[in-house]
């Protein structure tokens, strides 16, 4: 079992910068990839961000690459999300998520094994 704790969501204008932290417990975390998702009112929840157990590998959904950086303490059980540039497109509840074995099916499918309660991001015009 493990449990995800956010932080650092809020409101920003566009071109602001924020940086999100999810912090892990229960578990080894350095035996999880860590991953970013976020959904939009009305929308599907999506795919933004996600980091391998080492940190030696980062991926990225097309609209935030150059933008958004992801990285993982592990000494610290943390996982972090960078956001510059915002645009009012980023406004959506931001997701934390973890998973074990076959984590990119999991994560390409929505099935992460954990996922945090999601923090609020707005990015006004």
């Known amino acids: 079992q493990v449990q995800l704790v956010e932080s650092g969501g809020g409101l920003v204008q566009a071109g602001g910068s924020l940086r999100l932290s999810c912090a892990a417990s229960g578990r080894t975390f350095s035996s999880y990839a860590m991953g970013w998702f976020r959904q939009a009112p009305g929308k599907e929840r999506e795919f933004v961000a996600a980091?391998?157990?080492?940190?030696?590998?980062?991926y990225y959904t097309d609209s935030v690459k150059g933008r958004f950086t992801i990285s993982r303490d592990n000494a610290k059980n943390t996982v972090y999300l960078q956001m510059n540039s915002l645009k009012p497109e980023d406004t959506a509840v931001y997701y934390c998520?973890?998973?074990?074995?076959?984590?990119?099916?999991?994560?390409?499918?929505?099935?992460?094994?954990?996922w945090g309660q999601g923090t609020q991001v707005t990015v006004s015009s």
């Open positions: 998520a973890a998973s074990g074995g076959n984590w990119y099916r999991k994560f390409v499918n929505n099935d992460a094994d954990y």
């Open positions: 980091i391998t157990w080492s940190g030696g590998n980062t």
